[in-house]
């Protein structure tokens, strides 16, 4: 059983930081692409962020350049999402997720193509 556990979350003032944090564990994550989600009430889940095992390629959601950045640690089962100049609309729970990419650069935004999954952390951004 490979578990995801999101940590980081709670309430923050606009224009504030927050850093969400995600540990794999159950087996090795090599090779294995990290990426962060949300979810609003009412909305579907979006994605926000993703990093790939090597090569330093990220993506993120068009709304979030320049405020959040997405890193993760040297053995690669901890993936973090620094989160800058928060707004009301960021308020959502956050998932960490993970997919196993093989050699594949490719950083897939799509949350059907991942196979794992946190039980989420929310976010709540106040004005």
């Known amino acids: 059983q490979v578990q995801l556990v999101e940590s980081g979350g709670g309430l923050v003032q606009a224009g504030g930081s927050l850093r969400l944090s995600c540990a794999a564990s159950?087996?090795?994550?090599?090779?294995?692409?990290l990426g962060w989600f949300r979810q609003a009430p009412g909305k579907e889940r979006e994605f926000v962020a993703a990093?790939?095992?090597?090569?330093?390629?990220?993506r993120y959601l068009d709304s979030v350049k320049g405020r959040f950045t997405i890193s993760r640690d040297n053995a690669g089962n901890t993936v973090y999402l620094q989160m800058n100049s928060m707004k009301p609309e960021d308020t959502a729970v956050y998932y960490c997720?993970?997919?196993?990419?093989?050699?594949?650069?490719?950083?897939?935004?799509?949350?059907?193509?991942?196979?794992?999954w946190g039980q989420g952390t929310q976010v709540t951004v106040s004005s």
């Open positions: 990093i790939s095992w090597s090569g330093g390629v990220t």
């Open positions: 159950g087996r090795t994550f090599s090779n294995y692409h």
């Open positions: 997720a993970a997919r196993n990419a093989g050699t594949s650069r490719l950083v897939m935004t799509s949350p059907a193509r991942y196979g794992y």
